[in-house]
């Protein structure tokens, strides 16, 4: 593991930082740690032990830096999930397995009515649910979402695969 997760003061997750920026706030005592998991990393005169997770001090009041909306990123935000049923990829459900490259991303309010490709008009879908939504807004057809698509705060291209368990307990407060 060569990056640590960087928290705000209020637990919510800020951004993925190299090692070298996690020592460098641990020695400033800018942070604690809020991780039992963590790494070692040799210097020349010392050894530090950097949490996987870091936790900011004193709160800072980020401006939101938009991330880049692309399929992709709406797939990895929402985990390959479907917004709409619930079935995630690469898990049995009905005996089926839907694949990560089976799904799509829906547009809610549908581009040929006016809708746009934002984080917040966009969800993961698994290819029933896309069919079966169509041309339609979720409340015309009498389907719902299980969770308000957002603007994720973390940068999933980082942040997506292999990732500690540390951090999952805090991007799971994302959605
Ligand atoms: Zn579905």
Request: aromatic letters at 8%.
């Amino acid at each position: 593991m060569t990056s640590v997760l960087l928290l705000n003061a209020s637990y919510e997750p800020l951004s993925v930082i190299p090692q070298r920026r996690a020592v460098s706030l641990m020695i400033r005592d800018r942070v604690d740690r809020a991780s039992e998991e963590s790494f070692v990393i040799k210097g020349i005169a010392n050894e530090f032990c950097v949490p996987v997770v870091l936790r900011l001090r004193r709160y800072i009041n980020v401006p939101r830096r938009g991330m880049r909306w692309t399929r992709q990123n709406v797939l990895r935000r929402d985990e390959y999930c479907c917004a709409y049923c619930g079935i995630q990829a690469g898990v049995r459900h009905h005996g089926k397995v839907i694949a990560a490259k089976d799904f799509t991303v829906d547009h809610i309010i549908p581009r040929s009515r006016g809708g746009k490709s934002t984080w917040g008009n966009t969800v993961c879908a698994c290819p029933q649910c896309n069919q079966r939504k169509g041309n339609h807004t979720p409340h015309e057809i009498g389907m719902s979402l299980r969770w308000e698509p957002k603007i994720p705060r973390v940068d999933y291209l980082v942040a997506s695969g292999n990732m500690p368990a540390a951090w999952k307990v805090y991007l799971r407060l994302i959605h």
